[in-house]
């Protein structure tokens, strides 16, 4: 049996006797062990690393944006350009040109944390109508011309046969209100302020990025997809109304339209969802996956036990490992961590892992820690 087929065949069951170790990033653990850069890890690198360490990961075939569109329009360009800052830190700046004006973000990579957004491309009110007329040109363009769709087709066909069936495959798609006012475009005080003063602008964004999110899922329907994964952040910045007036019905549309097609709905949340999941919300959304049960200061979960329960036997729960502490110099601390996961989540079906996609990779020594107490417990499965 497959690796794809033993960890698909572990979360329908939901058997918490059993604890996978399961990686957000598998081009992060493939390079790690194989000492390789990330950017040099191929998919058979991928693969060779799971069944070599027996970690589990499963491997995103393909992410549709409104930048996917941009290829088939004639006046909107995105330019990206790599360098380093003053102090050596390795920076991705993008530019986006529309008619209406430019907007340009910054990413940053530091090396015992990951990446992170310098400058954002929304930075006020003043940047607004670029992104809406950004939005409206690609959204309307996937929405009203066939070929964007099929492209996306074509290529998560093409990536998925690439796997061989031996890892799961993954799409990923966005709630609307987490990608506008999150994710790529703004930070969260702008979100709010944009929300607050702009709100029926923001609206008419979201239900025009939605119905590309159908036409993502109409597009991938019978493509052989095994997962649809997306994100909403926690409380960290959301509060309960906005959560549940926007983030649970757009989490609705996706767990109802994987559901349909055979598929399993995997949550990401980050940051802080520790009231979240007392309120019986991940319940509402039917997710069959969340992740990622990050504790201080990443997120806000301090008794893991009275989480884990709250969110119940019906949801696969994965993480709990701070990417903190799988960056940081003493393997100890990773060892003490899962030691604790493995007596939170007790009863409840859960897979071992980190609790962010992050890039650079860790050091070997700190995921050789996790697997090796998953060993020890005597549960580990592979």
Same mark, same amino acid.
């Given at each position: 049996?497959?690796?794809r087929?033993?960890l !698909?065949?572990?979360?329908?069951?939901?058997?918490?006797?059993?604890l996978p170790?399961c990686?957000?990033w598998?081009?992060?653990?493939a390079?790690?062990y194989?000492?390789?850069?990330?950017n040099e890890?191929?998919t058979d690198?991928?693969?060779a690393?799971?069944?070599?360490?027996?970690?589990f *990961?499963?491997?995103?075939?393909?992410?549709p944006?409104?930048?996917?569109a941009?290829?088939?329009?004639?006046?909107v360009?995105?330019?990206?350009?790599w360098?380093q *800052?003053?102090?050596g830190?390795t920076r991705?700046?993008?530019?986006?040109?529309?008619?209406?004006?430019?907007?340009?973000?910054?990413?940053?990579?530091?090396p015992?944390?990951?990446?992170?957004h310098r400058?954002?491309?929304v930075?006020g009110?003043e940047d607004?109508?670029v992104?809406?007329?950004?939005?409206?040109?690609?959204c *309307?363009?996937?929405?009203?011309?066939?070929d964007?769709a099929?492209r996306?087709?074509?290529?998560?066909?093409? *990536?998925?046969?690439a796997?061989?069936?031996?890892?799961?495959?993954?799409?990923?798609?966005?709630c609307?209100?987490?990608?506008?006012?999150?994710?790529?475009?703004m930070d969260?005080?702008?979100?709010?302020?944009?929300l607050s003063d702009?709100?029926?602008r923001m609206?008419?964004l979201? &239900?025009?990025?939605?119905r590309?999110t159908?036409?993502?899922m109409?597009?991938l329907?019978g &493509?052989?997809l095994?997962?649809?994964?997306?994100?909403?952040n926690?409380y960290e910045?959301?509060?309960?109304?906005?959560?549940?007036r926007y983030?649970?019905?757009?989490?609705q549309?996706?767990t109802r339209?994987?559901?349909?097609?055979?598929?399993?709905?995997?949550?990401?949340?980050c940051g802080? !969802?520790?009231?979240?999941?007392?309120?019986q919300?991940?319940?509402q959304?039917?997710v069959?996956?969340?992740?990622?049960?990050s504790?201080?200061?990443t997120g806000d979960?301090?008794?893991l036990?009275a989480t884990?329960a709250?969110i119940?036997?019906?949801?696969?729960t994965?993480g709990?490992?701070?990417?903190?502490? !799988?960056y940081?110099?003493d393997p100890q601390?990773?060892?003490?961590?899962v030691?604790?996961v493995i007596?939170g989540?007790?009863c409840y079906?859960?897979?071992?892992?980190?609790?962010n996609?992050?890039?650079?990779?860790?050091?070997?020594?700190?995921i050789?820690a996790?697997?090796?107490?998953v060993?020890?417990?005597?549960?580990?499965y592979?």
């Open positions: 049996m497959t690796k087929a033993r !698909l065949e572990w979360i329908k069951a939901g058997d918490p006797s059993h170790v990686m957000c598998g081009p992060g653990v390079a790690s194989f000492g390789k850069h990330a890890v191929t690198d991928q693969i690393a799971a069944e070599l360490t027996g970690i *990961n499963i491997v995103h075939v393909h992410s944006l409104p930048f996917t941009v290829p088939f329009l004639s006046d360009a995105v330019t990206e350009e360098d *800052n003053p102090v830190v991705l700046t993008k530019t986006l040109v529309t008619p209406a004006g430019q907007l340009k973000s910054v990413q940053e990579f530091l015992h944390s990951g990446a992170y400058e954002f491309f930075k009110p607004l109508p992104l809406e007329d950004f939005i409206r040109r690609t *309307n363009d996937i929405i009203r011309n066939p964007v099929a996306v087709r074509r290529e998560t066909e093409a *990536n998925i046969a796997l061989h069936g031996d890892m799961p495959s993954a799409c990923h798609v966005f609307a209100a987490v990608e506008l006012m999150s994710s790529y475009y969260q005080q702008t979100a709010i302020y944009l702009y709100q029926e609206e008419a979201m &239900a025009l990025h939605t590309t159908d036409v993502w109409d597009a329907a &493509a052989g095994d997962i649809y994964t997306f994100a909403i926690g910045w959301l509060s309960p109304d906005l959560y549940t983030m649970i019905p757009q989490a549309q996706i339209r994987a559901a349909e097609q055979g598929a399993l709905s995997w949550l990401h949340t802080k !969802l520790k009231h979240i999941a007392a309120a919300m991940y319940q959304i039917g069959d996956v969340l992740e990622s049960l504790s201080p200061p979960i301090d008794d036990a884990r709250a119940g036997l019906d949801i696969v994965r709990g490992i701070n990417v903190e502490l !799988l940081a110099d601390l990773v060892r003490d961590r030691e604790q007596a989540v007790a079906p859960h897979m071992l892992g980190d609790t996609g992050s890039d650079p990779p860790y050091p070997w020594a700190n050789q996790l697997l090796d107490v060993k020890a417990s005597g549960r580990l592979l």
